[in-house]
């Protein structure tokens, strides 16, 4: 059987391959993690990179064409030729401009591959092949959304298309290749195809790597366009400068998200995906029209560490709040709160008219009748208890999020932080436990501080090298937790600048118990931060909001 | 807190409220460190060390105190046309640096992170752009970047030229080593000195400019007769030098002063006492700030650093031909040791770190450089190959909170001990 000869970047002359019996495929799953791939090359390459060497390890992939897209894919390619593991590798040396003379470097660099792929194949150029494999993409003209940046693997592309309510366009890196909008001259010889193909191939629409990029802007001024999920790639630096330009100016909702391009790292996205796609279809979010019965409507949010319930009445007040800690599922968890809930309101389960899930742990709940993110939950539900408010930030055990509403409590944008634990609370955690110190005692320590400390680095295990470092040259407890408490709020405190946070600020999640961090982060943000004593129950409030919308009279 | 600390914090201060009053502040900061250095300049360093260390000075104050007359350029781009069109060439890498050691780089870092770059960018450019979007840099006449070695280039320099609203010159250079690659990037070149001549209203005179690449050629070569020289010499240094060395080396090749920097080399090493101590080539930039590093390498005579990559980047058999400018400087760049295959810049290293009889290699995989941690396993296995001992250290150049000192200092003086046996138990 024919091999499959891969390819990574939409420079790639793959019709040319093909004009010598090449059978091209786009490289592009996720895998589960890159064992292999860090043995040869170092940790901190661009997931993507690693990709590829983890393919290629594993024996997956035996014919490779690369472009020399960047600097991860020149090692790429470096280490893979050191490696002998492949039977046919080559790099394209495409230029980054696309005037008259770069047209006739790449003329060479074409008659280069094809001479080296010709005689690996065995085959002589075909011209019927070569012209048959032009075919036209496909054109968007219904209403849709597009995903824009770094490549994106095709399992989490498969996450994006299921979530969202449109259509999605995968128009990142290597997916809008456009060449095969044109059919080749006829009747040339071989040179003259080759120098009308190298102008098609430089003069696609750019990627970012090319020098002149303008061009780009087309990918986000269409009519039909009604969103934009950004995609980058860890340690892909290319796409972050578009994104950083089309936050500023584009109008239409804008999504950022990350993935390391394991499968693991895109599972972590449902949740803001879940989000963006509840706020860009907000009536998704309305009722199924159930029918009023004894007016009372619950939410739960199942988090990682508690879980919560609220109960409305129809007046919507809150009849009662209860916290729980989830335990070993999130199923049997919510449960057993809702039925400590219904205890403490006087209720059987029938009374409740409506019921929606949120958290983590929400897909897990068969018993509700919509399960929604807690980003929107989280919004409405501050909302709620302090209509002022405009930004809600949240740091909770697990994660931090910042969230931005609008007057009516809708969620206009917001942010998460990564999988690392910087500027959660787990970090502040950690390094109580390296002071020997309980978490409620550090909340009331470094209220008063002699030394201004900083805390220069923000990974928890280098953090905590430095606090041990501190304490053996004998600060005070007070001045290292007041600089662990900067660095959390400098941290958070760019998360709120990412979204665009403006007052009213509510802080919300565990970490608001702690005043010494609250202090520091009213001082960073420079405004008062709101603090409900329902602080903890935002999510399951909201929820139940959402659960009051579904009946109707 | 320290004076350096106290003065970085006013920095980043001014720079939120008021950037024209944090700009001053630099400049006159760094005027007064230039005035301090004759006395504080570390008397143990050579004399051509001491005056390289002014010549890097004048370097970054320049563009603070003649804006007008600046621009702003990649680490490779050749600068020799620029010097001739009167311009002050500085380079990212460098100003963060010193933005680093006046300790105001932490807010450029968020800065930058806080519009949406990435935080895994290298630190050099984030430092860098920050500074520029907080209006802590003056705006520069024009920019003149090339691909050549790092990719961050294509979108650090693009973004700038906006942010600036500044003319942007870009040198596409190839990958592979042949002559027709040379004459791309030497058409490019004399498109260059057509716009820089527009640019600036000054006339590129063609003679000065060969006499300009010959004084080049020059310097390159007492640089590597310097380096072969200093393979039997003990040679006090602490860790900017080398890196001075690495920024001067290209932003001033051509000048007289450069030209001078490297004779006094060749004077001063004639007078150095026989080597000793454990001899370390430097792969990448070296994290100046780290005291775990300085404790092991700065100053010390049982360990310290004979070269650096960044000094002289090019094989030692390049040769051109300062009659033809253009492709003088574009052949530099096409047969520049870190274009192309990783293999290039190994074979390279291997040349330059035995020429200086090094013990051992340190290839310092600074965060965010994707060529250096990519080919970081293949260097390890052909240095070592080569009989060169090489430690991989990661770590970042320019950002503290990248760096895990504890860490530095473990792997570092592991190495220093495997090498030296018991003299460094």
Redesign the interface.
């Known amino acids: 059987m024919a091999k499959t000869t891969y390819y990574v970047c939409k420079y790639t002359p793959i019709e040319l391959l093909q004009a010598f019996g090449g059978q091209c495929e786009n490289l592009n799953t996720m895998p589960e993690g890159f064992e292999l791939a860090d043995?040869?090359?170092?940790p901190?390459?661009?997931g993507f990179?690693k990709v590829l060497l983890e393919a290629v390890m594993r024996g997956q992939v035996k014919e490779l064409v690369l472009v020399?897209c960047?600097?991860?894919i020149?090692?790429?390619?470096?280490?893979l030729?050191?490696s002998g593991k492949l039977d046919f590798l080559y790099m394209i040396?495409m230029?980054?401009?696309g005037d008259a003379?770069?047209r006739e470097?790449t003329v060479?660099q074409l008659k280069g591959l094809a001479r080296a792929y010709g005689s690996y194949k065995g085959k002589a150029f075909d011209e019927a092949k070569f012209r048959a494999a032009f075919v036209p993409p496909k054109q968007m003209h219904e209403p849709y959304l597009t995903v824009l940046g770094a490549r994106m693997g095709t399992e989490l592309f498969d996450m994006v298309q299921k979530t969202m309510p449109y259509p999605v366009q995968n128009n990142t890196c290597v997916n809008n290749r456009s060449v095969g909008t044109m059919q080749p001259p006829e009747h040339v010889d071989f040179d003259t195809l080759m120098e009308w193909y190298a102008g098609e191939l430089l003069h696609q629409l750019p990627c970012?790597?090319m020098?002149d990029?303008t061009g780009r802007k087309q990918l986000y001024h269409d009519p039909n366009l009604e969103g934009i999920i950004y995609h980058?790639v860890?340690?892909?630096?290319?796409y972050?400068?578009e994104?950083?330009e089309i936050?500023?100016h584009a109008s239409l909702p804008l999504l950022?998200i990350e993935s390391d391009y394991t499968v693991q790292s895109s599972g972590q996205l449902l949740t803001r995906l879940e989000a963006f796609a509840e706020s860009i279809v907000p009536a998704q979010l309305e009722g199924k029209g159930k029918k009023m019965g004894k007016g009372y409507f619950a939410g739960i949010d199942s988090g990682s560490t508690s879980t919560d319930v609220v109960i409305l009445n129809k007046e919507k007040e809150i009849i009662t709040g209860i916290i729980l800690p989830t335990g070993a599922g999130a199923a049997i968890g919510a449960e057993r709160a809702l039925e400590e809930a219904l205890k403490d309101a006087n209720l059987q389960r029938e009374d409740i008219d409506a019921l929606v899930t949120t958290g983590y742990g929400r897909t897990a709940i068969q018993d509700g009748d919509k399960s929604i993110t807690e980003i929107t939950c989280h919004a409405r539900g501050a909302h709620y208890l302090n209509p002022e408010v405009r930004t809600v930030v949240d740091i909770g055990g697990q994660d931090s999020k910042v969230i931005r509403l609008d007057e009516t409590g809708a969620v206009v944008n917001f942010v998460m932080n990564d999988k690392c634990a910087a500027g959660t609370g787990r970090f502040l955690e950690m390094m109580a436990r390296t002071m020997e110190m309980s978490l409620d005692k550090m909340s009331v320590t470094g209220l008063q501080y002699d030394e201004?400390i900083?805390i220069?680095?923000?990974?928890t295990?280098?953090a905590e090298?430095?606090v041990v470092?501190l304490i053996a040259q004998n600060k005070k407890t007070d001045d290292i937790v007041h600089g662990l408490n900067k660095a959390v709020a400098?941290k958070t405190a760019?998360l709120v600048?990412?979204v665009g946070g403006e007052d009213k600020y509510m802080m919300t999640g565990g970490v608001s118990k702690n005043q010494g961090l609250v202090r520091t982060l009213e001082e960073k943000l420079g405004a008062e931060l709101v603090i409900s004593d329902k602080a903890q129950l935002c999510g399951a409030l909201g929820a139940a909001l959402f659960a009051a919308d579904m009946v109707t009279e | 807190m320290n004076i350096v600390d106290t003065f970085g914090h006013y920095v980043e201060r001014y720079s939120d409220i008021r950037p024209e009053r944090a700009r001053w502040l630099l400049q006159k900061g760094w005027e007064v460190q230039k005035l301090r250095q004759k006395a504080t300049t570390d008397r143990r360093l050579i004399p051509a060390d001491r005056y390289l260390a002014a010549l890097m000075m004048n370097t970054m104050i320049a563009p603070l105190k003649h804006p007008e007359r600046s621009a702003i350029v990649s680490i490779f781009t050749p600068c020799e046309m620029l010097q001739e069109a009167g311009l002050h060439p500085y380079n990212v890498e460098g100003f963060s640096c010193y933005l680093a050691a006046s300790h105001a780089e932490r807010s450029c870092i968020q800065q930058a992170e806080n519009s949406g770059l990435s935080e895994t960018l290298c630190s050099y450019h984030k430092t860098f752009l920050g500074a520029a979007e907080k209006g802590l840099l003056p705006k520069p006449q024009c920019i003149v970047y090339t691909n050549l070695v790092c990719d961050a280039n294509l979108v650090t320099f693009r973004r700038l030229a906006e942010l600036f609203d500044v003319p942007c010159f870009a040198i596409d250079v190839p990958m592979q080593q042949n002559e027709d690659n040379v004459a791309y990037v030497a058409g490019q070149l004399r498109k260059l000195a057509e716009e820089l001549e527009q640019q600036t209203g000054r006339k590129i005179n063609l003679d000065s400019l060969k006499q300009r690449l010959a004084r080049t050629r020059q310097t390159m070569r007492n640089y590597e007769a310097f380096q072969r020289k200093r393979a039997d010499k003990y040679i006090p240094t602490d860790l900017v030098t080398p890196l001075y060395a690495g920024m001067t080396g290209n932003l001033l090749l051509g000048t007289k002063e450069e030209h001078r920097y490297t004779q006094m080399l060749l004077h001063d090493v004639e007078k150095a006492p026989k080597a000793k101590g454990k001899r370390i080539y430097w792969m990448h930039t070296i994290p100046y700030w780290s005291e775990a590093l300085a404790k092991q390498l700065r100053f010390q005579e049982d360990a310290q650093i004979v070269g650096c990559e960044l000094a002289h980047p090019y094989p030692p058999e390049l040769d051109f031909d300062p009659e033809q400018p253009f492709e003088a400087m574009a052949k530099r760049m096409v047969y520049h040791s870190l274009n192309g295959g990783i293999d290039r810049r190994i074979d390279a290293g291997i040349r330059h770190a035995k020429a200086v009889r090094a013990d051992g290699v340190v290839w310092f995989a600074h965060w965010g450089c994707k060529h250096t941690l990519g080919g970081a396993q293949l260097a390890k296995k052909r240095f070592e190959e080569a009989g060169l001992p090489l430690l991989i250290l990661d770590g970042d150049g320019c950002d503290r909170s990248h760096g895990g000192e504890g860490q530095t200092a473990t792997r570092l003086g592991a190495f220093l001990e495997m090498l030296g046996g018991e003299e460094h138990g």
């Open positions: 043995q040869i090359s170092h901190n390459l661009c990179g020399n960047c600097d991860t020149r090692s790429v390619y470096d280490v030729k050191a040396d230029l980054h401009c003379c770069s470097r060479v970012m790597r020098m990029n980058t860890k340690f892909c630096d290319f972050s400068f994104y950083a936050k500023q950022k201004d900083t220069s680095s923000m990974c295990v280098f090298s430095e470092s400098a760019s600048k990412r």
